[in-house]
């Protein structure tokens, strides 16, 4: 059985490279801002990995004969697919993500309603997590606009539940069956969370660590640059001193070292600027 699922991860695992190289690879190549990189890729793993789990949680509808997700399932896969091809054509994170978390949240609220009025934390996890993306990718009051949105469908499900109101249920809808698998949707969701956003972070760290080292090897590189022209220079001074010294030239002697020990002290200060920086 864990040789089984090895392999099968690792099919996956070559599907995700594979695909990521052919819309992404040469999107992030072309893409200078770091934190844009990281936008990019996080709509990528968060839409590759959400389709993976959509086929999944398709099958598991189609045991039950669920007729709405039956429907807005595939609507969603397609959504994201577009959204894939859509940053695969250099449109930016920003729009992007923006339709990638209005679908994730949308699609789930209609799913959600005509499945009884649902807030069972498979809903819930992905709700919070389209926010989480809008948040990230879009900007801090288009996040909130999302949150006003759910917390109206919470409302709206409120009064429908208080008032007794009758609202048409998917048929193949059961609560039973629900229940039976809540705790395998909800552990693929929290797999889902910690892969898609905690590799977003892991991104963000590892970038500016790759820029923090590049700007030291810059600053190493100048004062290289700085330290072997005073190098040069001292030495060019040393040589015309040792001649002064040969012919008798006390004045020229007294010049070159006074240089020389001028070019020193810039060095020294090149060096002390380095370690405060």
């Not at 990019?40 to 999944?56: G, H, R």
């Not at 992007?96 to 949308?106: A, E």
């Not at 010294?245 to 810039?266: D, R, Y």
């Given at each position: 059985m864990a040789?089984?699922l090895?392999q099968?991860?690792?099919f996956?695992?070559n599907?995700?490279l594979?695909?990521?190289?052919?819309?992404i690879?040469?999107?992030?190549l072309?893409t200078?801002?770091?934190?844009?990189?990281?936008?990019?890729?996080l709509?990528?793993?968060?839409?590759?990995?959400?389709?993976?789990?959509l086929?999944?949680?398709l099958?598991?509808n189609?045991?039950s004969?669920?007729?709405?997700?039956i429907?807005?399932i595939?609507l969603?896969?397609?959504?994201l697919?577009?959204?894939l091809?859509l940053?695969r054509?250099?449109?930016?994170?920003r729009?992007?993500?923006?339709?990638?978390?209005f679908?994730?949240?949308?699609?789930?609220i209609?799913?959600?309603?005509?499945?009884?009025q649902d807030l069972s934390?498979k809903?819930?996890?992905?709700?919070v997590?389209?926010i989480?993306?809008c948040?990230?990718?879009?900007n801090l009051?288009t996040?909130?606009i999302?949150?006003?949105t759910?917390?109206?469908?919470?409302v709206?499900?409120a009064?429908?539940?208080?008032?007794n109101i009758?609202?048409?249920v998917?048929?193949?809808?059961s609560s039973a069956f629900?229940?039976?698998a809540n705790?395998?949707?909800v552990?693929?969701?929290?797999?889902f969370l910690?892969?898609?956003?905690?590799?977003y972070?892991?991104?963000?760290?590892?970038m500016?660590q790759k820029?923090?080292m590049?700007k030291q090897q810059q600053?190493l590189?100048?004062?290289?640059?700085?330290l072997?022209?005073?190098f040069?220079?001292v030495?060019g001074l040393s040589?015309?001193?040792?001649?002064?010294?040969?012919k008798?030239?006390l004045?020229?002697?007294e010049v070159c070292f006074t240089?020389?020990?001028k070019?020193?002290g810039?060095?020294?200060?090149?060096?002390n600027?380095?370690?405060?920086h």
């Amino acid at each position: 059985m864990a040789k089984l699922l090895r392999q099968g991860w690792l099919f996956i695992k070559n599907i995700y490279l594979n695909t990521e190289r052919g819309i992404i690879g040469n999107v992030i190549l072309h893409t200078e801002n770091s934190y844009e990189q990281a936008k990019i890729k996080l709509i990528f793993d968060y839409a590759f990995f959400y389709i993976v789990l959509l086929m999944t949680f398709l099958f598991i509808n189609m045991l039950s004969q669920n007729s709405v997700n039956i429907l807005l399932i595939p609507l969603m896969i397609i959504i994201l697919m577009i959204c894939l091809l859509l940053l695969r054509k250099r449109v930016s994170a920003r729009k992007v993500g923006l339709l990638t978390s209005f679908t994730t949240l949308c699609i789930p609220i209609m799913s959600s309603f005509f499945n009884d009025q649902d807030l069972s934390p498979k809903y819930t996890l992905i709700w919070v997590m389209s926010i989480l993306l809008c948040y990230i990718t879009v900007n801090l009051k288009t996040a909130l606009i999302w949150s006003l949105t759910l917390c109206g469908y919470l409302v709206a499900v409120a009064y429908v539940k208080l008032n007794n109101i009758v609202v048409y249920v998917s048929p193949g809808y059961s609560s039973a069956f629900q229940y039976l698998a809540n705790p395998l949707i909800v552990g693929m969701y929290l797999l889902f969370l910690i892969r898609a956003l905690g590799q977003y972070y892991r991104n963000i760290i590892s970038m500016e660590q790759k820029r923090t080292m590049e700007k030291q090897q810059q600053h190493l590189s100048l004062i290289n640059q700085h330290l072997t022209k005073q190098f040069l220079l001292v030495k060019g001074l040393s040589r015309s001193g040792k001649s002064a010294f040969v012919k008798g030239e006390l004045e020229l002697l007294e010049v070159c070292f006074t240089e020389i020990e001028k070019q020193c002290g810039t060095a020294i200060d090149y060096l002390n600027d380095s370690r405060e920086h």
